[in-house]
């Protein structure tokens, strides 16, 4: 656990200081802004036209529920693919993996505390994005024309614990793969799994758009990341020194 | 002294290759031991076994008395690997501290400025690694070695790819480690010459195999083939080169201007030889049994070994 927590605060620091995590804050900003000022207007020249509560109810649901699931997995999709895999690839390349590995942390430390490392500075800034988005729709269009507060519980769930919860699933295989394979292993799952799941939410916001703010929408985020993290898990019983030290540059001499 | 490193049959296969076979010997506290061998030849794989990166296939490893796949052999050991392994985003502390702290050291402070004082790197404490030239990493990662007070610290090609005078200030720092600080040192190396200044003993593998090891001096007066030259004040005459080489037990060489060289046979003291040279007159201006050097030994063994 100590060895774990060591790892994780050096690569935290190390993503914080790094120009990956300066240009991926830019591009968040930039469409948070974005998306924090254009849906309130469009929704606010809808609401002005005078729809009823009940006509209305299930659309906003619908447009909370699109940005409360595109929001965080943007942002956390984002993140991972610049910082998950490439620190891995360039540390095993490089030589300090070898380092770190020859010390007394365990193989398992140095996968969990890189896991989290990328995680929780994205889950945290996924969470801001989706703050601002959920008070600037609700605050600045929402409630003043219809006096309600639109943010279904699922969907608080969804996009602030089981989505999270499924990236990080994602992150622990994404990671795993990297450290006993090659990290383009690493990479394509992440960018797969990633695509995959952004196509999911369009694909239900199209066509089963009431499943969004459903406990049924929740529980399969919930499903997803029990089902990533068991196979990470499982990937976990052949992480060993040898594995890692034998997929990384110059297996022997 | 006790055993600082016991490999006892350590044998490991790596997909079709055996690369190490049968690998046994002992590294006594206090030494300052070479691991040679030609590229290839087994010495990272014997690293990555006592550090316990790779498990051996067969066999047992011990570091103080430790099985290699313990913790606690790995908090007795510190190393510097053939890539440094460094962070180059991190200043020379920031890589100590994080260190310090994987080792669990409290209060590391004090720790880190002495050794950052013992490296002279004191002055480029804040910059970043990125920066340092090959040889400054080097001595950092020695810093970065001693960090946690390791009783034994094993050392994979530690002068690769630096410059002749970083060279020396390596070599500075590894025989202050055992000098000053009294570690246990494993060098693996093929600079002969640097083991040859650094050692007192030696391990030489060849395809993955021990061909030789013990006490370097023991070894060079071994594979000397007992050979003595005495040094005359002038070149002898060809007549008298011709009588004594005719002194079968003598076992006189060659000439080489001043110099002569005997092979005696077993039981000719050199009193009894430079004796025989005064009586015939030669004045004598010194007598030295010569010891092979350790590119001698190193040739004659894997000469031993070269397939027909």
């Known amino acids: 656990m100590k060895g774990t927590l060591v790892v994780l605060q050096s690569d935290v620091g190390d993503i914080l200081h790094s120009k990956g995590f300066l240009i991926v804050a830019i591009i968040i900003g930039v469409l948070i802004v974005g998306t924090a000022v254009s849906v309130p207007i469009a929704l606010n020249r809808w609401l002005t036209t005078g729809p009823a509560w009940d006509e209305a109810k299930p659309l906003l649901e619908l447009f909370m529920g699109l940005a409360v699931n595109y929001v965080p997995l943007i942002v956390l999709f984002s993140c991972m693919a610049t910082w998950a895999t490439d620190p891995i690839a360039k540390e095993k390349a490089k030589g300090p993996i070898e380092s770190l590995l020859a010390t007394p942390l365990t193989a398992r430390a140095v996968w969990i505390g890189k896991s989290l490392a990328i995680f929780l500075p994205a889950y945290i800034i996924g969470l801001i994005a989706t703050l601002i988005v959920i008070l600037t729709m609700n605050l600045a269009a929402i409630l003043p024309t219809t006096g309600h507060f639109v943010l279904p519980l699922p969907e608080a769930f969804t996009s602030f614990l089981f989505l999270p919860l499924l990236m990080f699933a994602l992150i622990l295989l994404g990671v795993i793969a990297s450290l006993i394979t090659n990290p383009v292993i690493g990479q394509t799952i992440i960018i797969f799994v990633g695509v995959l799941l952004l196509q999911v939410v369009a694909q239900v916001g199209g066509r089963i758009w009431w499943l969004l703010a459903s406990w049924d929408y929740a529980l399969y985020n919930l499903a997803g990341a029990a089902l990533l993290g068991m196979i990470a898990f499982y990937l976990s019983r052949s992480l060993s020194k040898e594995r890692i030290i034998l997929s990384s540059k110059g297996k022997w001499a | ?308």
């Open chain 2, 1 to 308: 002294m006790s055993d600082a490193i016991r490999l006892e049959g350590i044998s490991k296969q790596l997909g079709e290759r055996e690369v190490l076979r049968d690998v046994s010997f002992i590294t006594k506290q206090g030494d300052v031991f070479g691991y040679l061998g030609p590229n290839g030849a087994g010495k990272t794989t014997t690293i990555r076994i006592l550090l316990g990166l790779l498990k051996p296939t067969s066999g047992k490893a011990t570091i103080l008395g430790e099985d290699v796949s313990r913790d606690e052999a790995r908090r007795k050991v510190g190393f510097v690997l053939e890539s440094d392994g460094l962070y180059d985003n991190k200043t020379a502390e920031e890589n100590l501290w994080y260190y310090a702290r994987i080792y669990g050291m409290a209060e590391p402070a004090e720790r880190i400025d002495r050794l950052l004082n013992l490296v002279e790197l004191q002055d480029r404490a804040k910059d970043k690694v990125g920066t340092y030239s090959k040889g400054m990493r080097q001595r950092l990662a020695f810093a970065r070695a001693m960090t946690h007070n390791p009783e034994l610290l094993v050392l994979d090609e530690p002068t690769a790819g630096v410059d002749p005078s970083g060279q020396i200030e390596v070599r500075e720092v590894i025989l202050n480690m055992a000098s000053r600080e009294g570690k246990t040192i494993f060098l693996s190396s093929h600079n002969l010459d640097e083991v040859q200044r650094i050692c007192n003993r030696i391990a030489l593998i060849d395809r993955g195999e021990i061909k030789l090891c013990g006490e370097l001096e023991q070894l060079q007066r071994e594979m000397s083939g007992n050979e003595v030259e005495i040094e005359t004040t002038e070149a002898i005459a060809e007549p008298l080169f011709a009588e004594l080489k005719s002194l079968s037990h003598l076992g006189l060489r060659e000439r080489k201007d001043k110099v002569l060289t005997f092979v005696p046979q077993e039981g000719v003291r050199i009193p009894d030889m430079v004796s025989l040279l005064v009586r015939q007159g030669v004045e004598i201006e010194g007598v030295s049994k010569k010891e092979a050097s350790l590119e001698e030994i190193y040739s004659a063994i894997l000469k031993e070994v070269e397939p027909s």
